[in-house]
């Protein structure tokens, strides 16, 4: 089992894997906001952010996957990527549920040297105040799901990590 997770995670297709899931959920999200009419607020924002950072990482490493290096640098970064999206996704729910009070304005408080927002307004603008997702399928809210997916992702990027250390600490060991 072990060396199979080595191998996925020193494969092409692991990061072809994190590109699709990058994509598929900006996709969802630009369907929501332009076939459903829910717009975006400025958590929705920061997870899409988070998303293209996802797409940047795995598009890096499947041209230089080989490479030991940049695969266990786009591993930290994966993980660091899954973390922060773990975050925003809570908020998003906490909002949604009333157990976070976050401040959610209509400024997406991006920097003015990353104005995603101005440079890219049909996917990166904050429409409206933060207070609730659209549902998705079975009454599952599109917050809970993020919050299911980015724990799952997290967890990928540790076992991903962790992998090579216990492989190693077992080779060692015999």
């Known amino acids: 089992m072990l060396n199979k997770i080595l191998n996925l995670s020193q494969s092409r297709y692991y990061w072809i894997a994190w590109l699709l899931l990058g994509l598929t959920l900006e996709a969802m999200a630009l369907f929501y906001q332009y076939v459903l009419d829910?717009?975006?607020c400025v958590l929705c924002i920061h997870v899409r952010v988070w998303v293209l950072a996802v797409i940047t990482v795995a598009i890096g490493a499947i041209f230089a996957y080989k490479n030991?290096?940049?695969r266990l640098s786009s591993q930290l970064l994966m993980l660091l990527i899954s973390g922060g999206l773990l975050e925003r996704s809570y908020q998003l729910l906490g909002t949604e549920r009333g157990f976070v009070f976050a401040e959610c304005n209509m400024e997406s408080g991006l920097p003015g040297w990353f104005a995603?927002?101005?440079w890219f307004p049909a996917v990166f603008k904050v429409?409206?105040?933060c207070g609730y997702t659209p549902e998705l399928?079975?009454?599952i809210t599109m917050a809970e799901a993020l919050i299911v997916l980015t724990s799952l992702?997290?967890?990928i990027s540790i076992i991903v990590i962790v992998a090579p250390l216990v492989n190693r600490l077992i080779h060692k060991a015999v």
Do not use: H, K, S
């Open 38 to 40: 829910y717009f975006p």
């Open 127 to 129: 429409w409206e105040a």
């Open 137 to 139: 399928l079975f009454g």
């Open 153 to 155: 992702m997290l967890l």
């Open 68 to 70: 030991t290096f940049v």
């Open 116 to 118: 995603l927002d101005q």
